[in-house]
């Protein structure tokens, strides 16, 4: 059988990620922990993986660089990469938000024709505001947003909130919710044909544990 290649969002979300696969009976903690190689096998060596930035993910899954890929929805749908969808998966749970400093006054977005709004996420920010009819001025940064409104960089802030703690202690509080995101399994649609044996194989091996945990309601 082919053995697949999956690719691993590095930083925040990898431990959610690699707890999981190594339920499901894919461990690869002993080598990140004792390595900085990115392109590493699990220890039963059924399966490789490539560690690189989440928005990168779909990106190495959609040219076929790797066949499968986890990454959070909020992700896939920045980036728009022309991937199958298989799997939801049961942790990486959090929210896109708009938010804004808590003494601001919480008017109908409509009143602002232009907003300066900061955000790593330029897409989703950008057609959530014009859906609303506002053109907004996109701040584009790579972290810390929520420190713009505070120094004068941003009238508003579009960034991730998961406990929300982040924005309480930076005086900032959420006024609509984008969309709702977790993690999920994306396959490169030519592996997914041709591979088709390994694919099934793997997914079922996740499926396990996506029941499990659903069943025992311990994410
Ligand atoms: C993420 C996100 C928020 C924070 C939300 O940042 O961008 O800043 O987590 O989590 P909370 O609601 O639990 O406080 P991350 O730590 O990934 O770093 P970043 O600022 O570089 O995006």
Redesign the pocket.
Known sequence: MDRLRIALPK??SLSATLGFLAQAGYDFRESVQHSRRLLVLDGAGKLEAVFVKPKDVPVFVEYGAADLGIVGTDVLREVERDVYEPLLLPFGY?RLSVAAPADRPDIPLRWEPSPRVAT?YPNLTYRFFQERGVSPEIILL?????LSPLVGLADLLV?????????R?NGLVELRTILHSQAELIANRASYVLKSEAMAALIDDLRRVVARVGASDAV
Do not use: N, W
């Open positions: 930083g925040r959090c790593s790579s972290g810390s947003v929520e960034d991730m909130v998961e406990t929300g703690r982040t924005l202690e």
